[in-house]
């Protein structure tokens, strides 16, 4: 009766937890496909996708956009902080901070630098987790160099580049309580792979990046273990059609995942549709690959892995001595943006990018990348410009 139903809602209302919350929408990204639907949430876990208008709400956002929080696997920093600066204030603030963009998990990402400042840099990652943080969570370590191959550098300090090894990397993975995730090194020049088939069996993800690795080297980096690339077409050998390079590689080993940076810069909208069609909508990883400049005024310069960089109006960060890219201040609801509207990706390719294949790289997607029942409350509310309207961090309001 109407009666029992007020009283049921009643009920429910009265009994409502802070751990308890309801939001719904006309569009609700569950299954790869928007449908009109609620998420019920419990302790910071989706409990129940239900119809829309099945049970009184916290939150109607009407025809907004519901999608899986944003994933953003490598970025150094933003707010005037980067990771190699080991200052706990510096992390936590980027965490507390970065759910404005839609982002809900994080691994924050290193620079190529001596051992004592890499240790010092991955030794405050481990403390804040330890100890406790407000925002996004830190899924990891992306342990970027030092392992690299000069030619590719970037912006990464040669001085600093040194050959791999398993004892180095097992002091680095100590000094990180093991939360070094991912590494991105030259493969080329771990002879034998012998490092690579290490790494692989322990779990750690190994991404060749800022390589001269012929295409046929990376087919043996893969076969004997590397499972990503980083920033394809940035660092890394160039296509050409008698030797495809790196770049050959990425576009045409179709399940080995592959980062790439979407701000239109590092990358044009042409090539970027040119990857995302060449890797279909579950191999792809957008990262911004931003740096310490990322939210400060035009102009800014800063010192970058002891390079000079100056951030210009287009957001692209350059080094001050050769004009070369250094890196983005590139947010991951803006680079979605950019592949959908700009270089035409259809938006389930564009989306699993930032959400589920991160998390399936990471092999987390039991807990992240999707709306469904069982899995973290990592939720974006997008508006149709695509800036975020609320992010919710395991349920609880981060922005």
Same mark, same amino acid.
Request: glycine share 10%; net charge negative; hydrophobic share 40%.
């Given at each position: ?11 429910i209302?009265?009994?409502r937890? *802070?751990?308890?919350?309801i939001?719904q929408s006309?569009?609700?990204? +569950? ?6 639907a ?10 129940n996708?239900? !119809? ?6 916290d939150?109607?956002y009407?025809?907004k ?8 696997? %490598?970025?150094?920093? !933003? ?12 992390l936590?603030?980027?965490?507390? %901070? ?5 982002v ?12 004592? +400042?890499?240790?010092? &840099?991955?030794?405050? +990652?481990?403390?804040v ?8 969570e ?16 970037? &912006? ?5 580049i ?6 180095? #990397? ?6 990180a ?7 991105t090194?030259a493969t080329?020049?771990?002879d034998?792979f /012998? ?10 993800v190994?991404?060749?990046g800022?390589?001269? &690795?012929?295409y046929e080297? !990376? *087919?043996m ?7 990503s690339m980083t ?12 030797d ?6 990425a ?5 080995t ?17 040119d990857?995302?069609?060449a890797?279909g ?13 990322k ?11 002891g ?13 001050? *001595? ?6 983005s ?8 943006? /950019?592949?959908v509207?700009?270089?035409? +990706?259809? #938006?389930? @390719?564009?989306?699993?990018?930032c ?23 990592d939720i /974006? ?11 919710y961090?395991k349920?609880?309001? @981060?922005?």
């Amino acid at each position: 009766s109407i009666s029992q139903k007020i009283i049921l809602e009643y009920n429910i209302l009265i009994n409502r937890r *802070s751990d308890f919350m309801i939001i719904q929408s006309k569009r609700v990204w +569950v299954l790869g496909q928007f449908l009109e639907a609620q998420l019920e949430i419990e302790n910071g876990t989706i409990v129940n996708v239900l !119809a829309y208008g099945a049970k009184p709400v916290d939150e109607d956002y009407g025809d907004k956009r519901i999608v899986p929080g944003f994933i953003d696997i %490598h970025t150094h920093g !933003a707010y005037g902080w980067d990771t190699n600066d080991a200052t706990e204030d510096g992390l936590r603030n980027w965490m507390k %901070h970065i759910p404005e963009e839609g982002v809900t998990a994080i691994c924050p990402t290193t620079i190529t630098q001596t051992e004592e +400042v890499l240790t010092k &840099a991955v030794e405050n +990652v481990a403390k804040v987790v330890r100890e406790g943080y407000e925002g996004a969570e830190i899924l990891g370590i992306h342990f970027e160099g030092p392992y690299l191959d000069m030619k590719y550098k970037g &912006a990464q300090p040669e001085q600093c580049i040194v050959k791999g090894t398993i004892e180095q #990397f097992e002091r680095f993975q100590k000094a990180a309580d093991g939360l070094i995730k991912i590494i991105t090194m030259a493969t080329e020049q771990d002879d034998d792979f /012998v490092l690579t088939k290490y790494l692989a069996d322990k779990g750690v993800v190994v991404s060749i990046g800022h390589s001269a &690795a012929t295409y046929e080297q !990376a *087919s043996m980096a893969v076969a004997n273990g590397a499972k990503s690339m980083t920033h394809v077409f940035n660092g890394m050998t160039a296509f050409h059609h008698r030797d495809p390079g790196l770049v050959g590689a990425a576009m045409r080993f179709r399940d080995t995942y592959g980062e790439v940076i979407c701000d239109g810069n590092h990358s044009t909208p042409a090539a970027l549709n040119d990857y995302y069609t060449a890797k279909g909508r579950d191999y792809a990883i957008m990262i911004t690959d931003a740096l310490m400049v990322k939210g400060l005024p035009t102009g800014t310069k800063v010192l970058f892995g002891g390079n000079e960089i100056e951030l210009y109006p287009d957001g692209s960060a350059h080094l001050t *001595s050769t004009k070369g890219l250094a890196g983005s201040t590139l947010k991951v609801n803006e680079g979605l943006k /950019v592949l959908v509207e700009k270089a035409l +990706v259809p #938006f389930d @390719a564009a989306l699993n990018s930032c959400t589920l294949n991160p998390a399936r790289l990471l092999q987390i997607d039991d807990r992240k990348g999707k709306l469904v029942t069982g899995h973290d409350a990592d939720i /974006v509310v997008l508006n149709d410009d695509y800036s975020v309207e609320m992010t919710y961090v395991k349920g609880q309001k @981060a922005f």
